[in-house]
T-cell receptor, first 111, second 113 residues
Framework: RKEVEQDPGPFNVPEGATVAFNCTYS??????FFWYRQDCRKEPKLLMS???SGNEDGRFTAQLNRASQYISLLIRDSKLSDSATYLC????????????FGTGTQLKVEL | NAGVTQTPKFRVLKTGQSMTLLCAQD?????MYWYRQDPGMGLRLIHY???????AKGEVPDGYNVSRLKKQNFLLGLESAAPSQTSVYFC????????????FGQGTRLTVV
């Protein structure tokens, strides 16, 4: 089983739609969680951290469920510019602040 | 604001050749990392460093060596390139502890023929 699992998609949605991605992680000792965004042939960039109480940044809402070991990302009012691959990322702690990446979920927002 | 800079951005090697990828960061970060990204595999950690003069193995270290002689630089070496090392390589850096963001370079596209 992969340490961080995501549905690869692609998710094809019309502009203005609401779309949700889920991610599961295997290590219950995981300490911190993130969503990164990666545009085609570009480097990953932090979209948002995920906090235990859930957090929101504009149209984006992230949730963490430690008991079930999953993380979610909700995007409301999708824009064409939201088209990208969304990477679920987990930090297991310990030395090195090492991040473990999911394979990513591809989102395509269409007119 | 340079952030994390990787050189070169593209390279084609013949099997058996060697090369060094350079990563430089200007954010005074303690931690630096080398990842490779392959289709369907996500980013996988090759080696990392928690400070100047220290390095450690990641998930897929075989066939690679690294050095961190200066805090701002992290070098990734391929001594004898193999086609299986065809990939996109990303360098990243971060602050030392906590739930901190990793900043990535623009990537190096390496093809081994």
């Amino acid at each position: 089983r992969k340490e961080v699992e995501q549905d690869p998609g692609p998710f094809n949605v019309p502009e203005g739609a609401t779309v949700a991605f889920n991610c599961t992680y295997s290590n219950s000792a995981s300490q911190s969680f993130f969503w990164y965004r990666q545009d085609c042939r570009k480097e990953p960039k932090l979209l948002m951290s995920v906090y235990s109480s859930g957090n929101e940044d504009g149209r984006f809402t992230a949730q963490l469920n430690r008991a079930s070991q999953y993380i979610s990302l909700l995007i409301r009012d999708s824009k064409l510019s939201d088209s990208a691959t969304y990477l679920c990322v987990v930090n297991y702690g310990g030395g090195g602040n090492k991040l473990t990446f999911g394979t990513g979920t591809q989102l395509k927002v269409e007119l | 604001n340079a952030g994390v800079t990787q050189t070169p951005k593209f390279r084609v090697l013949k099997t058996g050749q060697s090369m060094t990828l350079l990563c430089a960061q200007d954010m005074n970060h303690e931690y630096m990392y080398w990842y490779r990204q392959d289709p369907g595999m996500g980013l996988r950690l090759i080696h990392y460093s928690v400070g100047e003069g220290t390095t450690a193995k990641g998930e897929v270290p075989d066939g690679y060596n690294v050095s961190r002689l200066k805090k701002q630089n992290f070098l990734l070496g391929l001594e004898s390139a193999a086609p299986s090392q065809t990939s996109v390589y990303f360098c990243a850096s971060s602050y030392s502890t906590g739930a901190t963001e990793a900043f990535f370079g623009q990537g190096t596209r390496l093809t081994v023929v």
